[in-house]
């Protein structure tokens, strides 16, 4: 392991050209500089300095040791302004638990309007709702976005409220959604490769009781816990998919995804959790207020 202190020295007698300079420079013995310099020469197994008049000089081996010195201390001599900087910014600390059955593109619809904070900082964990419940009551996030309200608990002491319901629309590849079928819709799911979230979804127990309804029986060729992954497998033609509108917002952006339909009867409800502490949380209330001022419960 190298030291990092004789390399100083070594930078220093090499900048000032001299172990007498250095020492006056460091306010320390020159025997001492000298000793260290060496141990660094010893480390490296080559000489660095050779005498030059009535000071040094750099050898081969020395050039190369000075110019990775170089650029190693003045990054070094940036440290303390970024960290002061950093120090004295106002961070803005979001902490927010994304229960593994909600629509990630909703989640980042419904985050959104707080994206632009400045000096931002957010941290999103995924996990099962009620992991994520108890990371909540013990003050390590700040809010949990969920598919379902938080089940009354007087222990755990956490409010949650409705922030968003939006309607399903399906979406699927340009190779897939043509005319006639976006006209046979929804029967034309019978005869398309379908997408769907897992059972982890709340979602996915009123999509199969719409199937049944309709009497509908489709060809599941893919099941995902993550929306935004899904959306990603149906761009590359996998098959079609539902989304919420809200979510529905980020998949516009995806190219190569067109709507095939509407289901104007079903759609997906996100839940915001949050402790007391969170209530206060001007970020947290921030997305619940523009929530509603978007209309989106």
Known sequence: ??????????????????????????????????????????????????????????????????????????????????????????????????????????????????????????????????????ELALHQLDVVLAGQAAPRNPNQRLTSERIARSRLQWYGPASLVRKQVRERFPQSLQDLPVLLPTFHSPLRSTLDNWFQDLGLRPRVVGEFEDSALLAVFAARGLGVFPVSQLGAQDVGLMRGLRLLGDCPN???????????????????????????????V
């Open 1 to 134: 392991m190298l030291n990092y202190r004789h390399l100083h020295y070594f930078w220093m007698v090499a900048k000032e050209g001299g172990f007498a300079r250095a020492a006056d420079r460091l306010e320390m013995a020159v025997q001492t500089i000298s000793a260290q310099v060496r141990d660094l020469e010893k480390a490296l197994g080559h000489q660095l300095l050779k005498p030059s008049g009535r000071g040094v000089a750099l050898t081969e081996a020395g050039l190369a040791a000075y110019a990775r010195a170089e650029e190693i201390f003045q990054l070094g001599q940036g440290i303390a302004e970024e960290v002061r900087q950093v120090a004295s910014a106002k961070v803005a600390r979001l902490s927010v638990g994304l229960s593994d059955g909600i629509s990630k593109l909703a989640a980042h619809a419904l985050l959104e309007p707080v994206l632009a904070t400045p000096h931002l900082r957010l941290v999103c964990h995924e996990g099962e709702f009620d992991e994520l419940l108890s």
């Open 266 to 296: 079903i759609g997906e409800e996100v839940h915001a959790i949050w402790s007391r502490r969170g209530q206060h949380h001007p970020l947290v209330r921030q997305m619940v207020a523009c929530a509603h001022e978007a209309g989106a």
